[in-house]
């Protein structure tokens, strides 16, 4: 059904309909995998399945991210790359939050002898 030409954008309709390569996919694969990051955040008990919700969380804005440059972003100036570049720094954003976490937990495991987080009630090491 096409959209009404009062609108102003007429390109929205490109944007939300046609095959499979549309922006809508993309919102909702990014969606879906941000729902999965809350829900294993909220849902588990030890290190390790929190830092696996954050790594979710951060992969699902990364494709949305490079889904907004791709089908619209070509006003900045980068033409088109700017998505591929906060993309990029979210991937060197994982691996350092991924180094530092797990330190932490090897950390904690080696003072209290567990990772469950609910188990760990002293900040001293």
Same mark, same amino acid.
């Given at each position: 059904?096409?959209?009404?030409?009062?609108?102003?954008?007429?390109?929205?309709?490109?944007?939300?309909?046609?095959?499979?390569? &549309?922006?809508? &996919?993309?919102?909702?694969?990014?969606?879906?995998?941000?729902?999965?990051?809350?829900?294993?955040?909220?849902?588990?008990?030890?290190?390790?399945?929190?830092?696996?919700?954050?790594?979710?969380?951060? &992969?699902?804005?990364?494709?949305?991210?490079?889904?907004?440059?791709?089908?619209?972003?070509?006003?900045?100036?980068?033409?088109?790359?700017?998505?591929?570049?906060?993309?990029?720094?979210?991937?060197?954003?994982?691996?350092?939050?991924?180094?530092?976490?797990?330190?932490?937990?090897?950390?904690?495991?080696?003072?209290?002898?567990?990772?469950?987080?609910?188990?760990?009630?002293?900040?001293?090491?």
């Amino acid at each position: 059904m096409p959209l009404p030409s009062a609108l102003p954008l007429p390109a929205i309709e490109n944007l939300l309909s046609g095959g499979p390569d &549309n922006l809508f &996919n993309y919102l909702v694969l990014g969606a879906l995998l941000f729902a999965a990051g809350i829900f294993a955040m909220v849902s588990r008990r030890n290190a390790v399945g929190i830092l696996m919700g954050v790594e979710l969380i951060l &992969n699902a804005s990364g494709i949305n991210f490079v889904a907004f440059a791709r089908f619209g972003g070509h006003e900045t100036g980068f033409h088109g790359y700017d998505g591929q570049i906060f993309a990029l720094f979210i991937i060197v954003l994982a691996a350092a939050e991924a180094a530092v976490a797990l330190a932490l937990v090897l950390a904690v495991f080696q003072t209290h002898r567990t990772i469950e987080m609910d188990r760990v009630d002293e900040l001293k090491m």
